[in-house]
C-alpha cells in the first residue's frame, strides 16, 4: 500500500471519529436538555383550592394567575361550588387542599370532624346579601318585605349553599319564608340564581352583593338591579368567608404559601374591587 493510501486512510478515520464523538456530544445535550425539562416539571407541585362558586371569577381571573407569576413551582386549580357541596365532596374524599367557604358552618363542621386543620383556619372575606330583579323591568318588588309579591323567587338551596340559607333567615324573620318557598328555584349555587335573574326565568333573587356586580360585568345586555341589602341583623351570623387547609393535605407548605397570599395586600385590592371586604 503506497503512502499516499495510508495517508488517505488515516485521514478518513479521524474524520469518522470527530463525526462520531460530534454526534455523542449532540446526545448527550439533548439528554442534558431533556433532564432539565423533566425535573422542572416534577418539582412543579399543584394546589388544589375548593372555593365558594362566588369567588370563582376573582380567583379564576385575578388572584390565581397573581399567585402563579409569583410563584413559578407552583400551580393551582379550582373547584367551584355551593359551600355545602364542597363540605360532601371533601367528607366524601375530593382530593383538595385548601377550603374557602362561604360560611363558617361548613368550615366548624369539616374541623370538627377532623378534615381540615383546625389551626389553619382564619375569616378571610365579608359579603354582603342582596334582592335582586332582572334590569330594566318593571317589578312587583320593592324590598325583601314584600318579596312574596314575586310570581317566581330565585334563591340557593338552604340545605346546602350558604347564600339560601342566609336568603331563609332573612324572609322567617319577616315572617314570609313558607309563602316564598311556594313560588321559588332553588338553585345549586348563587351564580345560578343570578343568571336566571338576569335572564328573567325569576322575577327576583337573593344573592350576594358580588355575584350581582359580576354579573353586571359579563359583558351582555342581560343585567340585574339591587333592590336592598341586608342588614346583619336579619340573619343570624354575618356573611364571612373561612379559609383552612384540608387535614389531609400533602402538600401543606404550598397550601400555605397560598393561604398567606390570598392575606396580602395585592390580595386585598383583588377582592374589595370584586366586592368583598377583608374580615379583619
Known amino acids: 500500500m503506497s503512502k499516499y493510501s495510508w495517508l488517505k486512510r488515516g485521514s478518513a478515520i479521524t ?8 454526534m455523542a456530544g449532540c446526545g448527550a445535550s ?11 416539571t416534577e418539582e412543579q407541585e399543584t394546589v388544589l383550592i375548593a372555593a365558594a362558586a362566588s369567588l370563582e371569577a376573582v380567583l379564576e381571573n385575578v388572584l390565581i394567575p397573581q399567585f402563579e407569576e409569583a410563584n413559578p413551582g407552583v400551580k393551582v386549580e379550582g373547584t367551584y361550588a355551593g359551600s355545602g357541596d364542597l363540605q360532601s365532596q371533601i367528607e366524601s374524599g375530593l382530593e383538595a387542599d385548601v377550603f374557602l367557604s362561604a360560611a363558617t358552618s361548613n368550615m366548624d ?3 370538627e370532624e377532623g378534615l381540615v386543620d383546625g389551626d389553619s383556619v ?14 330594566g323591568v318593571e317589578s312587583k318588588v320593592t324590598g325583601f318585605e314584600d318579596l312574596a309579591e314575586a310570581d317566581v323567587v330565585a334563591i340557593g338551596n338552604p340545605d346546602s349553599v350558604p347564600a339560601g340559607k342566609y336568603a331563609k333567615e332573612i324572609l322567617t324573620g319577616l315572617g314570609i319564608y313558607d309563602a316564598v318557598a311556594e313560588k321559588a328555584s332553588f338553585g345549586n349555587n348563587v351564580t345560578e340564581v343570578c343568571t336566571w335573574v338576569a335572564e328573567g326565568s325569576a ?7 358580588t355575584d350581582a356586580r359580576t354579573e353586571n360585568l359579563n359583558g351582555d345586555d342581560k343585567k340585574v338591579a339591587v333592590l336592598a341589602v341586608a342588614q346583619d341583623s336579619m340573619m343570624e351570623t354575618p356573611v364571612i368567608y373561612p379559609m383552612g387547609t384540608v387535614a389531609a393535605s400533602s402538600k ?3 397550601a400555605k ?9 395585592e390580595a386585598e385590592k383583588a377582592f374589595t374591587e370584586a366586592g368583598f371586604t377583608m374580615a379583619k
Request: overall charge negative.
Open 15 to 22: 474524520m469518522a471519529a470527530a463525526f462520531a464523538l460530534g
Open 30 to 40: 439533548n439528554s442534558v436538555g431533556t433532564k432539565e425539562e423533566n425535573t422542572q
Open 257 to 265: 404559601l397560598l393561604e398567606d397570599f390570598l392575606q396580602s395586600e
Open 252 to 254: 401543606k407548605d404550598s
Open 122 to 135: 382564619t375569616e378571610l372575606l365579608k359579603n354582603d346579601v342582596v334582592l335582586i330583579v332582572p334590569e
Open 109 to 111: 363542621a369539616l374541623v
Open 203 to 209: 322575577d327576583a333573587g337573593i344573592v350576594y352583593a
